[in-house]
């Protein structure tokens, strides 16, 4: 084997959440480390090497225009860019901003909004540049991100599925809630990958993983209505941390 | 001849002795689940069901009936055909690598309180997945299975108009009817199997008396009168062949979220894709065989992108296959009658429904 690959963590407007999740994997990183060269992780070493770096994995959203130019930049120094999280793939709960105005918060929050240089939406890298692969969920899941790496170490497909979350209740053998116990849940229209926690514990899905690759929102918002869902409920709990994602609609594309 | 039953506990504990790991119903989170079972007291004695499209509550039943719910969450593939099965691994070696076969799975199970929606679809999937020498067939060649006659269908239940039920079998090693009265239940038992019949000789049973024979048979039999659901009688491939460009498959996928909780809860639904894990150090890989459905989109990925993009094709899919094709592929239907997918559909969507419109449809055009 030739030179053990370089991975470089970046980090946007986030919360560090998803880059702990990464240092979560304590078994695992340290055998990570021993196959990887990690070239740039403010979250763990200051140490940094320069670039180019085999895969980048990038946190956060992009909201200044200095995070303009600095996505684009990693991603010409990057062989494969990974977005990790709600934040770099959907823009993140601060992505609200898109739909407010964000020259009344600059003006409510600091008190010299001037020094401010701040873009007036929150937006994915993929809206920057093109990502090779997308780790959702807030956090990310680290089991999916251990195997991620893996995968990418010995040259497979990462395990990314695309279908529902229900999937995953049913091969867990979790009683669906919704049909049980009438509690609303957002499992059908959002993306495996959490390993059906949230139902598991008996809450409802809340979609942190974003829409599936497929969804039909319109008829689950009917039957959330049935399970007496408020509007204002419904509005805010797909107004959390996808709130891009399933505005925008992962809807059929075709027929 | 029929053999009268005081207790289950004998018999759970006889099949214990046996070395079977004993599966059967149980309550847990809200429904009666399938699970392993140390004693006959964990059975849902007293517990009954109210299911209908898109819901199902547990309620508390004026006798002791163990066996007075339908089909719930889960079937018995969890078990024969579980959500995630081991398929072999490699590892590295000096030269190059090393693939060992899964060792063999040598649970025995024995399965108490299979229906007869149940049962034919256990025997469904024996046509699919019973061939080679795999996990599935090894499990199912092992298997003990007591059956049990329904005697109280849900409102989701249809399997009169299938023809699988509401008596059990043929292909159970003992079968019962329960027969409640209050607090007391029996069991009458009918004997399938020797090895049936050579579990029954160690349990304390008697004669069963003709007039409860008869008042089994008479419950079993109004079992199927109070069924509201049904399906269209026969073979209906025709009606699936001839529906391809049918406009109900809109009116379907305007409702439907392609979530796929009907295939997971399907007794009968088989489909897989494998998943490939690996190391750290990039020493050892393993492949698993997992449950998947034609509703997800990547199910029909093939070189370029998936061929069934749209919910329209991919409930066509699903209604197609299940009601049509596999009696082109297997010989029958792939629809025992089990209401699992009417009811554990989040969005309430029903299979019979669904197949009426597509026959009022055809009829009209
Ligand atoms: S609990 Fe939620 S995620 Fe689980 S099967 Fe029901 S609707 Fe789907
Ligand atoms: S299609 Fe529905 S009713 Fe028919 S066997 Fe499957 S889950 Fe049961
Ligand atoms: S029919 Fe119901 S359970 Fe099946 S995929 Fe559609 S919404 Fe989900």
Avoid at chain 2, 234 to 255: C, I, N, P
Wanted: hydrophobic share 40%; charged share 20%.
């Amino acid at each position: 084997m030739g030179t053990a690959p370089t991975l470089a963590v970046w980090k946007f407007a986030s919360c560090d959440g998803c880059q702990l999740s990464l240092l979560d994997c304590e078994d695992e990183l340290l055998a990570i480390a021993g196959r990887i060269r990690i070239a740039h992780f403010p979250e763990a070493s200051r140490a940094t090497v320069e670039g180019p770096y085999d895969v980048s994995l990038v946190e956060g959203s992009v909201t200044t225009p200095g995070d303009v130019a600095r996505i684009h930049r990693i991603r010409e120094q990057s062989r494969l860019l990974v977005a990790i999280g709600a934040c770099a793939t959907a823009g993140g709960i601060q992505a609200l901003r898109n739909f407010a105005d964000a020259d009344q918060f600059r003006s409510v929050v600091y008190a010299r909004p001037e020094y401010l240089s701040t873009l007036d939406t929150s937006t994915p890298a993929s809206a920057h540049v093109p990502v090779d692969l997308e780790l959702h969920g807030c956090p990310i899941d680290r089991r999916q991100l251990v195997d991620t790496l893996t995968a990418l170490l010995a040259g497979r497909k990462p395990d990314l599925p695309g279908h529902s979350v229900c999937f995953e209740c049913k091969a867990r053998g979790t009683t669906c809630i919704t049909v049980a116990r009438g509690v609303p849940c957002l499992g059908p229209v959002t993306r495996a990958g959490c390993g059906a926690l949230c139902p598991a514990y008996g809450r409802g899905c809340f979609g942190c993983f974003g829409p599936a690759a497929v969804t039909n929102t319109p008829a689950l918002v009917d039957r959330l209505r049935e399970l007496d869902m408020t509007e204002t409920d419904i509005g805010r709990v797909f107004r959390t941390f996808n709130v891009l994602a399933f505005a925008g609609g992962g809807d059929d594309p075709s027929q | 001849m029929s053999t009268l039953l005081r207790s289950l506990g004998p018999l759970v504990r006889a099949l214990h002795g046996q070395g079977y790991r004993v599966v059967g119903p149980t309550v847990r989170d809200g429904a009666i689940v399938l699970a392993e079972l140390d004693r006959a007291d964990a059975l849902p004695y007293g517990w009954g069901v109210e299911a209908a499209p898109g819901r199902y509550r547990l309620h508390r039943r004026a006798d002791a009936a163990a066996f007075g719910h339908a089909a719930g969450p889960q079937s018995w593939k969890a078990f024969l055909h579980p959500p995630r099965s081991p398929q072999w691994t490699a590892d590295r070696t000096a030269d190059g690598f090393t693939v060992t076969e899964a060792p063999p799975d040598s649970t025995r199970y024995a399965f108490l309180g299979v229906r007869g929606c149940d049962l034919r679809a256990i025997a469904v999937q024996d046509r699919v997945l019973g061939g080679a020498d795999g996990g599935y067939a090894r499990r199912r060649r092992e298997l003990f299975i007591v059956a049990v006659s329904c005697t109280e269908p849900a409102d989701t239940c249809f399997c009169a108009s299938t023809g699988c039920g509401p008596a059990a079998g043929p292909g159970y090693d003992l079968g019962l009817t329960e027969l409640v009265d209050g607090d007391r239940v029996r069991y009458l038992v009918e004997v399938g199997t020797p090895a049936g019949l050579e579990l029954l000789t160690q349990l304390p049973t008697e004669p069963a008396p003709v007039d409860l024979v008869e008042e089994a048979a008479a419950a079993v039999a109004a079992a199927a009168t109070k069924m509201s659901r049904a399906l269209p009688e026969g073979d209906l491939r025709d009606l699936l062949a001839g529906s391809h460009d049918a406009a109900r498959w809109d009116d379907v996928a305007a409702r439907c979220l392609s979530c796929g909780n009907c295939t997971m809860v399907c007794p009968t639904c088989f489909c897989t894709t494998v998943e490939d894990v690996t190391d750290v150090a990039g020493e050892h890989a393993e492949r698993w065989l997992r449950w998947d459905s034609c509703f997800d989109l990547d199910f029909s990925y093939l070189h370029g992108g998936p061929v069934r993009t749209s919910t329209r094709s991919r409930y066509r899919q699903w209604l197609t296959h299940k009601l049509g094709t596999w009696h082109d592929q297997f010989g029958e239907s792939g629809c025992v009658g089990c209401g699992r997918c009417i009811a554990w559909c989040p969005v309430g969507i029903d299979i019979t429904e669904e197949t009426r419109a597509l026959v009022t449809e055809a009829e009209e055009a």
